[in-house]
């Protein structure tokens, strides 16, 4: 039987791979599939994509 990945598994995950930005997170949620959207104290957002294990900086106009 396989383990189920929570979304706090991810969120630990972007934590250990981007300790500098994990400093400033204020807030995560869930997004997607095996996706979190991650929070910031200056407004600011990332996704973290926890299955390819890729960070994108999302850019509002």
């Known amino acids: 039987m396989s383990e189920k990945i ?3 598994d991810i969120y630990k995950d972007f ?7 994990a400093k400033l997170v204020v807030d995560y949620r869930p997004y997607d599939y095996m996706t979190i959207v991650v929070y910031f104290a200056d407004g600011s957002r990332m996704l973290y994509d926890g299955l390819q294990k890729l960070p994108r900086l999302l850019v509002t106009a």
Do not use: F, V
């Open 6 to 8: 929570t979304w706090g």
């Open 15 to 21: 934590k250990t791979r981007l300790p500098t930005w």
